[in-house]
């Protein structure tokens, strides 16, 4: 695997171009739950001084209205991203009174499904398309599972070193098809690998038995780690397992990730596939609609994907034209639990890790994936989310068995050929660094996030429900006590104002009915 990586770096260092693995543009998106100082779900709207969710460039909500998400614009230095992340949250604490984020991914203080309420986006069309759609959702999976929060990783390769590879590779097509190849092949190797971020980076082994409120049966495959918790004992991220976003109705699903055209038409088909049992749900009724379609697919984002391509998309367009129009900008890695560990739910050595393994995904061979393998790769993950850190726990490759130490040892190997690229000239060499600690990881299991969550609630003889309200209280005064530079501070509250200026644009803007307005916006092709 490994004989990959070196030629190319050795071709790149041969014509002096290796720099240019650097500097690749990072962003983060991270969804928090807003809870009460008791440890409820918050019930009170989205805040309105945090301006417009329809609209705004950095904060705005995910499924719930209680449900925050903060995003970052990109950065070439992953310290920058960090920086932007903290000071977002502590523009957000200015704004909420009493109450906090919850830095788990797994939530608390729910009580059932009408505990959580649905994000609201206004009157526009788009603002009730995205309403609808997720209304659809609860009635399709449930609102609970919804209200688990994550981590996304926003990456694109550094664009000088595009035409550079091209060369290298002697490539005579067009160069924005060798891209959209290149970040295909990149697709291609995180499935088959994304275990090793679950087991690395996983941190969700617990949860609360008032997840399962209606769902006993469910709750019953768990083991009870005190009378209010429930867990796998030797779980990574129950996020990434069948409770979380995984979705059996999509299973029958074969989205291909061997070219781009391919992915836009397998996927363009499972949003036109009708699915009977969501037609039983209705679409529209009693003049309200219940979900945008009874497709197995709403619309692009309800495929759960752990890495999604992305395309910047224009007002009313459909993500997948977006990508056939005007290929690959960015790759969306959706893997990652929020870091219980770090306050702002990222933390630096994380995200240098990550694209140190993006970047490892680019070079390293990756021929296409087929039926099979992607099922493997399937479940493996799964079983890494699930089971991971069982003694002996084996993963499957290419129909055989290996152990997670030899094959995690065979990856940081090439991990670490590339870290050193990144790290350059610096002395310190954080990337490389990073890396070495995940080996120590590796060797130990209980290094682990998941471990280590674990051990501390037996060590505090603290519940789920405790321990996560307990973090998320501490990481309330650091952000409360946190020196907003007075600057950005006007920035965000000028950003709030102009998002509920341009949602009123919006909203005065239209002129067409709901229906026709969704018949237009599916009708695009």
Known sequence: ?????????????????QQLLRHGLKGVEKESLRLTPGGLIAQT????ALGSALTHSWITTDYSEALTELITPPFADPADVLRFLGEIHAFVYRHLGEELLLGTSMPIGLSGDESIPIAHYGSSNIGR???VYRRGLGYRYGRTMQSIAGVHFNYSVNEALWPVLWELDGNSGPLRNYIADAYFGIIRNIHRYAWLLIYLLGNSPVVCKSFFAGRQELAAVFSEFDRDTLYWPFATSLRMSDIGYRNNNQAGLDISFNHLDDYVASLTEAINRPYPPYERIGVKVNGEYRQLNANILQIENEYYSVVRPKQITRSGEKPTLALKRRGVHYLELRVLDLNSFAPAGISLDEMRFL??????????DSPFLGSEEKAESSRNSLTAACCGRTPGFRLARAGREVSVPEWAEELLDGMAKVAEVLDGDDPSRPYSRGVERQRAVIDDPDRTPAARIVADMRRTGESFAAYALRHAQEYAVLWREYSLEPERAEAFRLEAE???EEQRRIEAADTLSFDEFLQRYFAQA
């Open 1 to 17: 695997m490994n004989s990959s990586i070196d030629t190319r770096l050795q071709r790149l260092a041969q014509a002096s171009q």
């Open 45 to 48: 709207p989205h805040p309105p």
């Open 129 to 131: 398309m995205k309403q």
């Open 355 to 364: 694209e140190t393994f993006i970047l490892f995904c680019l070079l390293v």
């Open 498 to 500: 102009a998002s509920w």
